[in-house]
């Protein structure tokens, strides 16, 4: 079946910029993650979703990022007024709903966001 | 100190060998434990949970959990040329259901 889409792959933008990333997950998952990661670490989280709504969104850094899930499927990622160190690989991924241990959560192949 | 905590390495091991990779967690209330496998210019992809102490086995793969020292591994018995790849720790706290990657471990399996 379909794994986890993500577009575009990816994004180069100048600082300043406004952006969008979107995320697709596997069809029937209630839940969806986005990390993001930088070249040499792991995936940092910034947000998840259960459903249509932001479950924890401790991991924004800043309110330049927003996200939504209107429909409780497709989710876009926003950053507004971008800045080079924004640049990373943005991740995407979803998992049926979280419980004690044994969810696997499921990653997208990346959007690779460079800001110039 | 960060939350999770892995040796970056390159951790280098000859073909059919065991390679042992180890990460700490700093939070006592972390639940549940993942290890990820991640290629060169991939996407992470789960090996293995484990959230009871002791061992699990799954094919080549054992992790390991100690709760009472902190400590998570994965042991990988005969190892491949096609498992030279960043290993990432990841946790979870109860029932939240974000990860917490560390760094990651770099492996390389010689032939």
Redesign the interface.
């Known amino acids: 079946g379909a794994g986890v889409s993500q577009t575009p792959s990816n994004k180069v933008t100048e600082k300043g910029k406004y952006v969008e990333l979107r995320c697709d997950p596997i069809s029937g998952h209630t839940a969806l993650y986005w990390y993001r990661q930088s070249l040499g670490q792991g995936p940092e989280f910034l947000i998840y979703f259960q459903g249509t709504g932001a479950a924890d969104d401790s991991g924004l850094p800043n309110d330049r990022f927003f996200a939504v899930r209107p429909e409780g499927s497709v989710s876009t990622l926003k950053i507004q007024r971008t800045e080079r160190g924004d640049s990373a690989v943005y991740l995407c991924a979803s998992s049926l709903a979280p419980r004690l241990g044994g969810d696997t959560q499921y990653f997208g192949p990346g959007t690779r966001l460079t800001v110039l | 100190q960060k939350e999770?905590e892995q040796n970056?390495g390159p951790l280098s091991v000859p073909e059919g060998a065991i390679a042992s990779l180890n990460c700490t967690y700093s939070d006592r209330g972390s639940?549940?434990f993942f290890w990820y496998r991640q290629y060169s210019g991939?996407?992470?992809?789960?090996i293995m949970?484990i959230?009871s102490n002791g061992d699990k086995e799954d094919g080549r793969f054992t992790a390991q959990l100690n709760k009472a020292s902190q400590y998570v591994s994965l042991l990988i018995r005969d190892s491949q040329p096609s498992d030279s790849a960043t290993y990432?720790c990841?946790v979870r706290r109860?029932?939240?259901?974000?990860?917490?990657?560390?760094?990651?471990t770099k492996l390389s399996v010689k032939p």
């Open positions: 999770v970056s639940q549940s991939k996407s992470p992809e789960l949970f959230y990432l990841a109860g029932s939240q259901g974000n990860l917490i990657f560390g760094k990651g």
